[in-house]
């Protein structure tokens, strides 16, 4: 029996001991959202991209409606207009039945136990194509709205630390993203200019409140750069939430954002040195 499958055994002793027995090639294979197996120690794939903004969803294709009992899923409105009642019993009440729904669907086998929701960027321009995701422009009720979603998502306690998790639910996308596509600007490309004023008391205050106060189990990094330099390679901004703010989850890319680092931004000199630079960020 391996030590990885002993329940009893704390989560991170666990990990470790799975860790420990994997080789490099393994170990690679894990670091896509599309997750290879390991059949010679029993352990299944895994699909880490599923959506649940405002109910399930498959444009990730860890949810999938047709191939089981589960054919449709609860559509509550867009968070822009359920940020708009200003009533926090209200966006946990939603986060807790699209949970429910959730794990519902894993139980059929139709859907996985990770989610890339919450979307908390700051809606500064009404330009912006995704602006509907998000709660809005403020960070204070934007703050507000990550704790109700990720306590109802997770559980009240479910980060996995002391309590057991629903789901897990993920802090998206840090930081300073809120471009689409305008003139010669993409967001594949395009470099945040943030003084640090407005960094620490406008785009922050989201992610540090769905980190601490929320206890969120993943945070998602941006395709932008911020301040020239790719976001899921500040290393510098990464490790503050693990030092500072006391992060314990798993830090994803957004999808591609690794890719583009050496394709669209022409940061790097090869996709390997992308890879690397975003490992040693963190």
């Known amino acids: 029996t391996y030590a990885f499958c002993d329940a009893s055994l704390p989560f991170p002793v666990r990990a470790r001991a799975l860790v420990s027995l994997l080789t490099l090639d393994e170990k690679i294979a894990q670091l896509s959202n599309t997750a290879a197996g390991v059949p010679r120690l029993g352990v299944p794939p895994y699909e880490w991209w599923s959506e649940s ?60 136990l990770t989610y890339w929701a919450p979307n908390i960027n700051v809606f500064r321009d009404p330009r912006w194509g995704r602006g509907q995701e998000t709660p809005g422009e ?35 996308h840090y930081i300073a993203y809120d471009l689409e596509k305008w003139g010669k600007f993409a967001r594949y490309t395009f470099n945040a200019e943030v003084n640090a004023q407005d960094f620490e008391d406008t785009y922050e205050p989201p992610f540090k409140s769905c980190i601490q106060e929320g206890r969120a189990s993943c945070l998602m990094c941006s395709y932008n750069q911020v301040n020239g330099v790719p976001a899921c390679a500040r290393k510098d901004l990464l490790q503050k939430i693990r030092d500072e703010w006391g992060f314990k989850g798993y830090i994803v890319s957004d999808c591609d954002a690794v890719a583009i680092i050496h394709e ?3 940061y790097t000199s090869s996709d390997e040195d992308s890879v690397a630079i975003v490992l040693k960020a963190g």
């Open 264 to 266: 669209n931004q022409t």
């Open 53 to 112: 903004l405002h109910g399930l969803a498959d444009n990730g294709p860890g949810v999938n409606f047709s191939s089981g009992p589960v054919a449709a899923a609860t559509i509550f409105p867009q968070v822009i207009l359920s940020a708009a009642a200003f009533n926090r019993s209200l966006w946990r009440a939603v986060a807790e039945a699209v949970a429910v729904e959730a794990r519902a669907m894993h139980n059929a086998g139709q859907a996985g």
């Open 138 to 172: 403020d960070p204070a009720m934007i703050a507000a709205y990550s704790v109700e979603y990720v306590k109802g998502f997770q559980g009240e306690y479910g980060d996995g630390r002391e309590g057991r998790m629903m789901l897990s639910a993920c802090c998206k």
